[in-house]
């Protein structure tokens, strides 16, 4: 037979070894689980060595969202996962947050295939429909949900080319840069298995049953896992992949291994995973080329307009800043990722946390330790990581306490110190240079 190199594109799978593989997969959940799980990690292999045209990286421009969108499409399409769509596109309301990245692999200038990182937001995560999370949101800092994750046709025969090392970038992406802490995935329950028996994902166990019915993907049956990052998942990696050759190494290859193919934005001084689209990208996707925005219910559309801020983005939404329930705020809100440590004169309490949000004038915060008891109306000084270069220390009010996760929302007493205004100002800038943008593709709308 024919070999196929590693700079050239791979035959289709026939039919048969298609079938032979759906069949395979169905009889895994009928085998013992330890059986189970050294079969499944004896039949992988992982390749070191990725074509030199090959680059992973988000996607930022038009035409790499455009193409993104429809390989997701194509690939729904031919899984039976989507409606019929007359431009061949596929987006949700979950790709229109900030909050969400798209991640992609090019071979040259052609996207081959796709994966979405899911920050958790106003409005949630798509697991919600069918699952219950607040188990895991009182575990975590920052949830996101990894999905889409698409490979293009032609490519599709050497699937675990792209496969593994799209998930070693997701997983990088995720943790250094969206300061992730859990990672969600929905999957068929043909291919679950992939995340619990190699990459060491748990379950998320129901009520009512462990496989559901996903509306929003046609019906199909769908299993939840979910992964805690950090060094507890890097040891069990370690310890349960130490003894296996180099091409089985799970361990070696995400923790170890760099690969030059992957391209990560610069890194600049404050730490933070917003990326907007222009109103006129947010447009021509969700309006013109799928209607998701007119489809949205109205406490999403709301929750969507807080998010934006700007009018010329609330337009685009069809909401005015009158509209009730647009919060009648003086600056935009971003979501940002830093260490802080509060001290409550009250109590004399020294806790530790995590900045989640930030604006001019407030932040919100998760606390590591219990909740003291803190009220609305109490000083409490911040000692916030604004980079590992830049720190500033804030005085600020308690204006809400959610206790369930361990959250704040704190009021900064003026005057704002130089640092904080500088962080904000690079913040805002960023949000600000989107919204005057009028560009789509290569024309002006």
Known sequence: ????????????????????????????????????????????????????????????????????????????????????????????????????????????????ATMSVVVDSQLGLPIEELWDITELRKKGTRLAEVSTLTIKKEWRSQRGKLLFPLCKYMWEYSYRFLGVDILIAVTHPRVAHFYTDILLFKEIKSQEKLVKKYASVEGALAKAQYLQLGENTYNEWKRIYQNTPHEKNIYHFFVKTNFVNFKFPEKNNFIYGMSFMTPAQLEHFFLNQCNVLDDLSESDRLALANLYFLDKYRSVLGI???????????????????????????????????????SREGLKVRLLNDLPL????????????????????????????????????????????????????????????????????????
């Open 1 to 112: 037979m024919r070999q196929t190199s590693s700079d050239e594109k791979p035959r289709p799978k026939n039919k048969r070894r298609k079938y032979l593989s759906r069949l395979f997969w169905n009889l895994m959940d009928w085998l013992p689980s330890g059986l189970r799980q050294r079969w499944v990690r004896g039949i992988f292999s992982l390749d070191y060595k990725l074509p030199s045209n090959i680059v992973f990286k988000r996607a930022e421009s038009f035409d790499e969202f455009e193409q993104a969108f429809k390989v997701i499409y194509e690939s729904y399409r031919d899984l039976g996962l989507t409606k019929e769509n007359i431009n061949k596109i596929r987006v949700t309301k979950y790709n229109a947050l900030p909050s969400t990245t798209l991640l992609i692999v090019k071979e040259g200038n052609e996207v081959i």
């Open 320 to 358: 005015k800043s009158t509209t009730p329930g647009v919060f009648d705020r003086k600056h935009p809100r971003f979501d940002v990722l830093g260490h802080v440590r509060l001290f409550h004169e009250e109590t004399g309490s020294l806790l530790r946390g995590s900045m989640l949000e930030a």
């Open 374 to 445: 803190l009220k609305r109306g109490d000083v409490v000084k911040l000692n916030v990581e604004l980079s590992p270069t830049t720190k500033v220390q804030l005085q600020t009010e308690v204006k809400w306490v959610h206790d369930q996760y361990s959250r704040l929302g704190l009021k900064i007493i003026v005057p704002l110190p130089f640092e904080w205004r500088e962080f904000i100002d690079y913040l805002e800038s960023q949000l600000y240079e989107k919204a005057s943008s009028t560009k789509v593709a290569n024309r002006i709308v």
